[in-house]
Each structure stands twice: as C-alpha cells, then as structure tokens.
Antibody, heavy 117, light 108 residues
Framework: QVQLVESGGGVVQPGWSLRLSCAAS????????IQWVRQAPGKGLEWVAV????????YYADSVKGRFTVSRDNSNNMAYLQMNSLRAQDTAVYFC??????????WGQGTLVTVSS | DIQMTQSPSSLSASVGDRVTITCQAS??????LNWYQQKSGKAPKLLIY???NLETGVPSRFSGSGSGTDFIFTISSLQPEDIATYYC??????????FGGGTKVEIK
C-alpha cells in the first residue's frame, strides 16, 4: 500500500536549519510529484512547495522562497525539504503528499517543526 | 496568487442534515478545484478532485459542483464521522497552489 513517512522535525532556534525527509513506499516513486504542505498550530493548511516527478521543476510559496529547497532521490524513494533561516512563523506540522494529476491523493502523518528561542 | 475564500468558517448541524460549504476563487480556475477532509490530529484526506469527482472509497453523500470561480461542497446527510475541517484547494496555478481557510463542521 502507498505510504509516506516524514521525519526530521524538531525544536530549533530562529536562524537555524533543518532538513525534513519523506520516505515513500508502495508505488513507483519516480512517476509522481511530491508536495509539501504545512499547518501552523490551530491554523489552516498552507502549501509550501512542490517537486515534479523527475525533479526538473520545483515551485515554492512566497513565504519560503529563497529559504527552503525541495529535492528528491528517485533511486531511494526519498524526498527532502531543506529549511534554512528558520523563523518562528515556520513553526508547523509539515506534511509530504503524493501529487497525482492535480491533487494530493496520499499524505504522510506529518512531522512537527518548532522554531523557538 | 489565486485567493480562495471559503465559507462559512464553521457550522453546526444535526445528524442527517444537508451541509453546504462554498469556495470562491479570486479568478477563473475552470475545474481545477479539490476538496479535503481533515479530522483532528490527522493528515488531510482527499475527498473530491476536479470539482466533482469522488475519490475511491469516499461515501456518495459527499459531492461537489461549480466551475470558474464559484464552487460548492455538499454533505447530503451529515453523519457523526463527518466531524472534521474541510478545505478547498485550487491547482490552476501549479506554481502557487492555495487552500481555502477551512470550514469546521460540528454536530449540533
């Protein structure tokens, strides 16, 4: 069955970096894009970034552009979100999701990132 | 970026009631509109894609309609397990996806 598992969350100070990982299984990873979506405590969903199936196209929300970088390793069925210059407002649960023809049909359980001094 | 205005932000209804949520896009997004359900502490779940297509395994009491800028999500007969927050999402601009603000559905 399709499974996505995020890891790498934690507590960091403002200005620090963190890399999130998304381990995929149960499908042909190289055929699908991967989305990153976050949810601040008690708030709604916010799209963060997307990487195309082949890694050739990447797009970012304005709120993270220039600070976050999305990447993938199709040989190991992994996607990554490198987060630099973290701010308090980046505190959120981060989800990765499989992107399938315009929608996210499978989601991970999320990993919590807390940015606090 | 395309803004998605979802209403109401919350509602309370009785079991068996018909529930309707609206989502308005700031520009024409044709049929590039999805609906997700998120239960407390869980990841979102895709319910409807491309305005009106029911994801596999989703009960038929859920439905969607609309086109252009105005969209409607309906639960024909609210069930206790439908307690959740519902989000619309546009993907007309693939470089800047956006979600609506969410609608929290509670049982009266």
């Amino acid at each position: 069955q399709v499974q996505l598992v995020e890891s790498g969350g934690g507590v960091v100070q403002p200005g620090w970096s963190l890399r999130l990982s998304c381990a995929a299984s149960g499908f042909t990873f190289s055929h699908y894009g991967i989305q990153w979506v976050r949810q601040a405590p008690g708030k709604g969903l916010e799209w963060v970034a997307v990487i195309w199936y082949d890694g050739n196209n990447k797009y970012y929300a304005d709120s993270v552009k220039g600070r976050f970088t999305v990447s993938r390793d199709n040989s190991n069925n992994m996607a990554y979100l490198q987060m630099n210059s973290l701010r308090a407002q980046d505190t959120a649960v981060y989800f990765c999701a499989r992107y399938n023809s315009g929608h996210e049909d499978f989601w991970g359980q999320g990993t919590l990132v807390t940015v606090s001094s | 970026d395309i803004q998605m205005t979802q209403s109401p932000s919350s509602l309370s209804a009785s079991v068996g009631d018909r529930v309707t949520i609206t989502c308005q896009a700031s520009q024409d997004i044709t049929n590039h509109l999805n609906w997700y359900q998120q239960k407390s502490g869980k990841a979102p779940k895709l319910l409807i894609y491309d305005v009106s297509n029911l994801e596999t395994g989703v009960p038929s009491r859920f439905s969607g309609s609309g086109s252009g800028t105005d969209f409607i999500f309906t639960i024909s007969s609210l069930q206790p397990e439908d307690i959740a927050t519902y989000y619309c999402q546009q993907y007309d601009n693939l470089a800047a996806l956006t979600f609506g603000g969410g609608t929290k559905v509670e049982i009266k």
